[in-house]
C-alpha cells in the first residue's frame, strides 16, 4: 500500500529553519497527532506533506512520486488521493464558487481518479451536517465554520489515501466539532485511509488518533499515545505545551 514519506525535512523562512531534519512515515490506517507549541512549524510540516510547499532540504513522496511540483501526469491522481485541509478552509475551493459547484467539481475528481465515493453533492453535505440551502451561496460568504465543513467535504469526496488535517475544526462549537470528528473518523477508518491531525485541541488529538509526535527544536523530540505523552513530558516543549493545557483537559473519565 501506499505511504507518504518525509525524509530529512528542513524548511523555514527567511534564514531560520522551523524544520531541522524531520523524519515521517504516513501510511493507510495510520492516524496520528502532532502537537507542540504555537510556532514550532506544525503548519509548516503539513503544508511541506501535502505539497503545497517545498523544503529547503529533503523530500516527501506518496507512492514513490514527489508530491512538490509533481509531475502531470501524477497531479489529479495525487490530489485525489492526498488531501489536506487547512485552518479556516482557506485554498479548499474557489471563493467565486457556489457551493455546489464546488462539491461537484470535487466529486468529479473522484470519479476521474477511480475513486468515486458514488455520493450525490447533498449526501456529501449531509456528512458534514451543511444544509442543501447552501448550494446557491458562493464559497467566499461561508461563515468560518461554514467554510471549515465545506473543505473537509471536499476532502472526503476523493476518499483519500491520506489525509492530512491542520486544526481543522476550530471555528465550530465544541459539541458539534466532536460529532463531526466521529463522522470523520468512521468515514476515514471504513476506507483505511492515513490521518495526521496538527492541532492544539487535545480532546479532538484522542478522538482520531492513537499515537501523537510532539514537535520541537525544528524536529520530533518524542512520540506515543496521548495520554501518555502528556502523563510525562520529557521534553522541555512538552512540559511547557501541558502546563498550557487548562487543568480540566488532563483529567480524563
Known sequence: MAQLQARDIWAGFGAADVLSGVD???????????????????????????????????SVTFDGRKVFKPARRDKKALRARVRVVHQNGHGAA??????????????????AAGRSTGLGVESALADMELPHHLLTRKVGTLSGGERQRLALTLALATRPEILLLDE?????????????A???ADRLAADGAGLLLASHDVRLVEQLTTTVHVLADGTLVEHGPLREVLADPQHPDTREFVAALPEATLRWS
Open 94 to 111: 474557489d471563493p467565486l464558487f457556489t457551493v455546489e459547484k464546488a462539491v461537484k467539481g470535487a466529486l468529479d475528481e473522484a470519479r
Open 24 to 58: 515521517l512515515t504516513l501510511g493507510p490506517g495510520d492516524a496520528v497527532g502532532l502537537i507542540g507549541r504555537s510556532g514550532v512549524g506544525k503548519s509548516t510540516l503539513v503544508e511541506i506533506l501535502a505539497g503545497t510547499a517545498g523544503p529547503t532540504r529533503g
Open 182 to 184: 466521529g463522522v470523520l
Open 168 to 180: 481543522p475544526l476550530t471555528a465550530i462549537d465544541q459539541t458539534t466539532r466532536y460529532r463531526l
